[in-house]
């Protein structure tokens, strides 16, 4: 059973590019959350996706975007990069529930794309 | 709003003892998730232990366990038996209903032998 799986793994661009990170849920998971974790800092919600929607955002501007697939791979694409967007990605899938008990609403991570913005 | 606070920025503890690292949150909620999550020096963020606000019962997963004190908002993670391998930055983390994650600062732990 494969888990989360991120790609790709390091990427470096310069300012006011744009790059698109990618995303494949665990097996049997309908839900993927991005997050932003810049260097010694905690991560921070970027949005999350579910049923092909953005169905929360962070406090991030609209040049963060992304997109969820049929199949429930996703898409993290940040426009006009700058030296500030220069952090770890990180997706997270889970099951798209509220439940009390069972774990459902654990949400796994990959290992990440670390973006770099020169 | 959510937020998490971990005061301790760096943490260290000699193999084969014991270890607590602390974590305070806030809420408005009455239904909400806590977590404590591990990243070591390969990124990849795994989860350490869970724990339901509406339970009283502390959460324990093999060595690590949670002391869960909900009416003064404090949520600190026990690892006992230390081990090498536990040598990682180690993220408190909060849930409420829709299922977003909101991360503390995070405790790096090193482990000596």
């Known amino acids: 059973d494969a888990g989360v799986t991120q790609s790709p793994t390091h990427l470096i661009k310069t300012r006011g590019q744009q790059v698109t990170l990618r995303c494949s849920p665990k097996?049997?998971?309908?839900?993927v959350s991005w997050y932003q974790q810049a260097l010694g800092q905690g991560p921070q919600f970027i949005f999350q996706?579910?049923?092909?929607?953005?169905?929360q955002r962070g406090n991030f501007p609209d040049r963060f975007s992304g997109h969820q697939f049929p199949n429930y791979s996703s898409e993290l694409n940040v426009n006009a990069l700058l030296l500030g967007d220069s952090a770890l990605y990180l997706c997270?899938?889970?099951?798209?529930?509220?439940?009390?008990?069972?774990?459902?609403?654990?949400?796994?991570f990959g290992a990440g794309t670390r973006l770099s913005v020169l | 709003a959510q937020t998490v606070t971990q005061s301790q920025p760096e943490m260290s503890v000699q193999e084969a003892e014991t270890v607590t690292l602390s974590c305070t949150y806030d809420?408005?909620?009455?239904?909400?998730?806590l977590f404590w999550y591990k990243q070591p020096p390969s990124r990849q963020m795994i989860l350490v232990i869970r724990?339901?606000?509406?339970?009283?019962q502390n959460a324990t997963e093999n060595r690590f366990s949670v002391n869960f004190q909900k009416a003064a908002k404090s949520f600190s993670l026990k690892i006992s038996d230390s081990q090498l391998g536990d040598t990682a930055m180690y993220f408190c983390?909060?849930?409420?209903?829709?299922?977003?994650?909101?991360f503390g600062a995070g405790t790096i732990l090193r482990v000596k032998s």
């Open positions: 997270a899938s889970s099951l798209n529930i509220w439940e009390a008990s069972g774990g459902k609403n654990i949400q796994y």
């Open positions: 097996s049997g998971h309908d839900t």
């Open positions: 996706y579910y049923e092909e929607e953005e169905r």
């Open positions: 809420t408005s909620e009455s239904n909400y998730y």
């Open positions: 724990q339901e606000a509406y339970k009283q």
């Open positions: 983390a909060s849930m409420e209903y829709g299922n977003k994650l909101v």
